[in-house]
């Protein structure tokens, strides 16, 4: 089963952004909901409908969030499972901008 964690940074998000922790929260979760993500009781777990399309619906998510710099600059953890490995997306997205 795919999942991924998010957890912000709530110091960063106070410092840096113009949104509060919570609306941040609730920007990440109206973006899981959209693409067919199911948050787990409580704040930083979502996880996959076991179907053809988790792939699919975590890339789209992973890809929405990278390209957001509101998010990217308030993240503590970041983490994408699946069956076999986890994937630090925060190292991914730094090692992909370096190139």
Do not use: P
């Amino acid at each position: 089963m795919m999942k991924m964690k998010i957890k912000l940074d709530e110091q960063k998000v106070k410092e840096n952004s113009k949104y509060t922790v919570d609306e941040m929260y609730k920007k990440i979760d109206n973006l899981a909901n959209e693409v067919n993500i199911t948050k787990k009781e409580g704040k930083y777990i979502y996880i996959g409908n076991n179907d053809r399309y988790d792939f699919a619906n975590f890339g789209r998510m992973i890809i929405a969030l990278g390209n957001c710099d509101w998010y990217k600059n308030c993240i503590e953890e970041w983490l994408w499972c699946d069956d076999y490995e986890v994937d630090d997306m925060i190292d991914f997205f730094d090692r992909s901008d370096a190139v």
